[in-house]
């Protein structure tokens, strides 16, 4: 495990921490005024290793070789010239913090947003160390900057991550619909306490470029049921009709091997390392399309839909708030993929450069209607 200090003053910022693999939902938007909950797991933090944060600078001041040396392989609206490696944690496992006043109106009507920089000093010497973010529709989270701080190990330092077999064994699925709130408890349409994961919206995002980049711009099908639901109706409007040329199929531990014939796997990443999950035998140069653990898990083996706990806290599955009653889900809405995870996840991708792909990127809207994003 790991404490951060200040690295001015060596003043202790952060409690024991391990490290697990960067959300792929981290900088997800979601919503308009929604209330989303804590970003990371309480114990531990995560690093982001590209330039993330202001300040930005536009595409047209970027030089393309620039760009592409930083793995960017197609025009974006800003880049960060922040430095790479912030790390973030949950806000409750800061310590010996304070807010920097002059900052603290960075946001929106609900929050802090951190489009000011940084917003929390070192309460020992002042020297600012991290962002606090809690605004409405954005992931409530803490980001250290990696200038400011500094890792310190304790106990006995990293420990390795679980292998597969024990996170069958010790994580559980990540439910594909969640009760999403917004600030206050006044009336809502039904359709916010049965709306699909702002993860899974994301997840798909990542997945969906990568299963367009392996397609190569042929048909492709999944399997039918809920993984249908959430690929089918984005790859028929995205890619050429006719009888699939390939077939996506779900791998991963505790599932049959895949065939030989097996070309793109919904597989999934580990959720401490980051690592894909990656077949022996004949299927091992298929293509792997990467999903969070929880989501594949449900994909894979699939549980009964229960209640969730409103996201204004978290609490334990089946229970709800006294004091913001709300009423059971009775439907959900037609899934949309993330839109901003699936342009920053395409970017980076070199088969972007194709031009059936690139046009897919400069237009985004022209599936609106089809109800992709």
Known sequence: MFVFVCAACDADLTAPLSRVALPVHAHQR?????????LMDPGTFAVEPEPWGPPWRRWAEI??????????????????DNVPGAVVIAPGEAHGTV?????RGSGYCCGLDGAGGPNMGCAACGRPVATRIDDCSLWQAVWLDPVAVRRVPVGDGEEPPLS???LMADREATPPFESIGSWGCGPRPDKWWSSWS????????RALAHLLVASGG??????DGLTSEVFQGA???LLPAGPPARHAVLAGPGLPAPDAAAGLLLVPTHPQSGRTWSPDGPAASAYRVPLPFGVWRWLAFPEPRRAVATTLSRMPAGMLREDCPVPPPHHHPPFRVDSETFRNTLVRLPAVRTPWLRAILESPTRNTPAGIF
């Open 30 to 38: 979601y919503g308009n005024g929604s209330q989303l909950p804590v």
């Open 63 to 80: 030089d393309p070789a620039e760009a592409e040396a930083r793995g960017i392989h197609a025009p974006v609206h800003a880049l960060s």
């Open 99 to 103: 807010l920097i006043p002059e900052n």
């Open 164 to 166: 597969w077999p024990e």
């Open 198 to 205: 702002p993860e899974w919206e994301a997840a798909a995002g």
């Open 218 to 223: 042929r048909p492709v099908s999944v399997p």
């Open 235 to 237: 790859l028929d409007a």
